[in-house]
């Protein structure tokens, strides 16, 4: 079984940043690729950045591209997601995804607001 918690969501005024991390833990040694999706109110849930198990191959949603950067870091366990020049249309619950052993795993959702 393998756990993903992520941290760092909140409330940000738009133009600013915020990093979410995704700290998983368990039998993590069938981990593989990570993921954020994010869903809004009311919109189905979409990919919004992927890395791969060695953190050399990413992509991104058109949405985000040039503003979010995701990485790694495979000694802690950890998957990351600096968002920057957020604006309104970022509000969403992201979460967190991995591929063990060929299944997906899911986090519980962390919130990110971006209003004034």
């Known amino acids: 079984q393998v756990q993903l918690v992520e941290s760092g969501g909140g409330l940000v005024q738009p133009g600013g940043s915020l990093r979410l991390s995704c700290a998983a833990s368990g039998s993590i040694s069938g981990l593989n690729g990570m993921a954020w999706y994010r869903q809004a109110p009311g919109e189905q849930r979409e990919l919004v950045a992927r890395?791969?198990?060695?953190?050399?191959?990413?992509n991104y949603g058109d949405s985000v591209k040039g503003r979010f950067t995701i990485s790694r870091d495979n000694d802690k366990n950890t998957v990351y997601l600096q968002m920057n020049s957020l604006k309104p249309e970022d509000t969403a619950v992201y979460y967190c995804n991995a591929v063990v052993y060929g299944s997906t795993v899911w986090g519980q959702g962390t919130q990110v607001t971006v209003s004034s």
């Open positions: 890395i791969s198990r060695g953190g050399s191959f990413t």
